[in-house]
């Protein structure tokens, strides 16, 4: 599976961007595909999964209702629709993913074997 990720770039406190990470090699709805996002000198840490087992998406706390993961199944892509951002939401933005993960796993980078690139995220204040 490889993955590429897009639509990363520098916004205004409040404003909004789109994240895309196109997957190739499997098709998207037979693996599960998540977001984590990395901040200078910080680990990296999980945003968002869409669960291939459930169809179900999940969030961290900090991202609930501003954020919004979503899958085209007919260009094999998830989007990350990211509105009311925050300085705090400054990160190299990362997707991911599996074709076997549980559930227990779906919040671990670690638990992941694919990932993209990262696309830089900037939120000035």
């Known amino acids: 599976v490889q993955l590429q990720a897009s639509g990363g770039g520098l916004v205004q406190a409040g404003g909004s961007l789109r994240l895309s990470c196109e997957s190739s090699?499997?098709?998207?709805?037979?693996?599960?595909m998540a977001w984590f996002r990395q901040a200078p000198g910080k680990e990296r840490e999980f945003v968002a999964v869409?669960?291939?087992?459930?169809?179900?998406?999940y969030y961290t706390d900090s991202v609930k209702g501003r954020f919004t993961m979503s899958r085209d199944n007919t260009k094999e892509t998830v989007l990350l629709q990211m509105n009311s951002l925050k300085p705090e939401d400054t990160a190299v933005y990362y997707c991911?993913?599996?074709?076997?993960?549980?559930?227990?796993?779906?919040?671990?980078?670690?638990?992941?074997?694919?990932w993209g690139q990262g696309t830089q995220v900037t939120v000035s204040s």
């Open positions: 991911a993913a599996d074709e076997r993960i549980i559930f227990s796993a779906l919040w671990q980078a670690t638990s992941y074997d694919y």
């Open positions: 090699g499997r098709a998207s709805n037979q693996i599960t």
């Open positions: 869409s669960w291939r087992n459930t169809g179900r998406t």
